[in-house]
T-cell receptor
C-alpha cells in the first residue's frame, strides 16, 4: 500500500512563527499536493508539484510556500503563521496518470494562537 | 475559475434508505473522482469516471458521469452504518474538490 506520512498529527504554533509541515510518500509518485480542509469549504488546493524542484500555485497559495528537494518529500511552509491559517492540512500524492486517484496522508491539524 | 459544487451538504437517513449526492461543475471536466472520508479520517479514493455518460458500480454504490461531463452523482442503495462519512467529488486535471456531503445513518 502507498503510504503518505505527515510528520505531525497535531501542532500548535504562535502567530508570526515560521511553520514547516512535512510530507513523505514511499511509492515513487511524481505528483504531490497540499490541501487545507475547513468545515463547509471542502478541500482547497494550496500548492502542488509534478516533479522535483517544481512547484505550482493552487487556488489559495497566499501566505504559504513549498519545497520539493527530493521526489518523496514535499514540505509546506507558513512564512509567518496567522490565526486564519488554523486548519487541517492534508498532503496527497499520485502517479502521473490520475486514474489511480490521490493517496492522502492522515493530516496535520494546525492551531495558530 | 473552475468551481465544483456539491449538494446536499448534509444528509441524514435511516439505515436501509437510499442516498444520493450530486456534483456540478461550472465547466466541462476531463474526469471526475469520488472520495470517502470517515469521521476523523482522511479522504480515500473510491473511483474515477472519464467517459461521457459513464456508469460504474461498486457493490451498493453507483457512480454516474453526465453526458455533458459537467455533473456527476453517487448513489448508495440501502445504506448501512458503515457508509457514514463525508463523500467528496473532485474533477479536472488539478482536482478541484466539491464541499462534500456528510452522510449520517441512523440504525
Amino acid at each position: 500500500d502507498v503510504k503518505v506520512t505527515q510528520s505531525s498529527r497535531y501542532l500548535v504554533k504562535r502567530t508570526g512563527e515560521k511553520v514547516f509541515l512535512e510530507c513523505v510518500q514511499d511509492m515513487d509518485h511524481e505528483n504531490m499536493f497540499w490541501y487545507r480542509q475547513d468545515p463547509g469549504l471542502g478541500l482547497r488546493l494550496i500548492y502542488f508539484s509534478y516533479d522535483v524542484k517544481m512547484k505550482e500555485k493552487g487556488d489559495i497559495p497566499e501566505g504559504y510556500s513549498v519545497s520539493r528537494e527530493k521526489k518523496e518529500r514535499f514540505s509546506l511552509i507558513l512564512e509567518s503563521a496567522s490565526t486564519n491559517q488554523t486548519s487541517m492540512y492534508l498532503c496527497a500524492s499520485s502517479l502521473g496518470t490520475p486514474s489511480y486517484g490521490y493517496t492522502f496522508g492522515s493530516g496535520t491539524r494546525l492551531t495558530v494562537v | 475559475g473552475q468551481q465544483v459544487m456539491q449538494i446536499p451538504q448534509y444528509q441524514h437517513v435511516q439505515e436501509g434508505e437510499d442516498f444520493t449526492t450530486y456534483c456540478n461543475s461550472s465547466t466541462t471536466l476531463s474526469n471526475i473522482q469520488w472520495y470517502k472520508q470517515r469521521p476523523g479520517g482522511h479522504p480515500v479514493f473510491l473511483i474515477q469516471l472519464v467517459k461521457s455518460g459513464e456508469v460504474k458500480k461498486q457493490k451498493r454504490l453507483t457512480f454516474q458521469f453526465g453526458e455533458a461531463k459537467k455533473n456527476s452523482s453517487l448513489h448508495i442503495t440501502a445504506t448501512q452504518t458503515t457508509d457514514v462519512g463525508t463523500y467528496f467529488c473532485a474533477g479536472g486535471g488539478k482536482l478541484i474538490f466539491g464541499q462534500g456531503t456528510e452522510l449520517s445513518v441512523k440504525p
